[in-house]
Structures are given as structure tokens and as C-alpha cells.
Nanobody, 120 residues
């Protein structure tokens, strides 16, 4: 079992930056794959980006590529989402997710979400 806790959400003006954190506890291993998703009101959940814990390979949705950066701190078992050049359309609840499979698209564990609001 893996527990994920997000933090760092808030209100920011367009063009600003925000960093989200996702602390993982429980049965995590170096093979884990973690990701960030977001869901805006009235819209479906959207993939933002992911990271493979072993090696740190990252990948991103086109909508955030070049603006968002995912990283991890092995010692703290924490994943980060650095969000730069934020736009009002980035407003959503952001969720972190994890899965023990190093490859794939599904995630078995989810955090509770943190609200990000970008004002114009």
C-alpha cells in the first residue's frame, strides 16, 4: 500500500509560478512510476506528466511541455511539479499518482488532490 499526499496548491496570477509536492509513504520501490494529473471543473481528468523513479526519466503532455518540470527527491521520497508561466487554463485540482509498474499508463495509487487557481 502506498499513501500519497499533495501540497503546494494555491492562488497565483497568470505568468506566475507554483511548485507542488507529492510525498509518498508506504511500499514504494525504485521501480515506481509516478505522475501528475489535473481536473478542471466540468472536464475530464487530464494527464500532465510523469517520472520514472529509477533514472528520473520524465515525459509531459503537450499542453504543459516547456512550462512544467517534474523532479524527485529520492531521500525525501517526494515528487515535485514546478509550474512556470501559468495560464488561467491551468486552473484545476492537481493529483499525484503512483504505480509499481515501471511501464504503462495506469496508476494504482492516488493522492487527495490540491487546488491550483490561476487568475487572469
Amino acid at each position: 500500500q502506498v499513501q500519497l499526499v499533495e501540497s503546494g496548491g494555491g492562488l497565483v496570477q497568470a505568468g506566475g509560478s507554483l511548485r507542488l509536492s507529492c510525498a509518498a509513504a508506504g511500499r514504494t520501490t525504485s521501480n515506481y512510476r509516478m505522475g501528475w494529473f489535473r481536473q478542471a471543473p466540468g472536464k475530464e481528468r487530464e494527464f500532465v506528466g510523469g517520472i520514472r523513479w529509477s533514472g528520473g526519466t520524465t515525459w509531459y503532455a503537450d499542453s504543459v511541455k516547456g512550462r512544467f518540470i517534474i523532479s524527485r527527491d529520492n531521500a525525501k521520497n517526494t515528487m515535485y511539479l514546478q509550474m512556470n508561466s501559468l495560464k488561467p487554463e491551468d486552473t484545476a485540482v492537481y493529483y499525484c499518482a503512483a504505480d509499481p509498474a515501471a511501464w504503462g499508463t495506469g496508476y494504482g495509487y492516488w493522492g487527495q488532490g490540491t487546488q491550483v487557481t490561476v487568475s487572469s
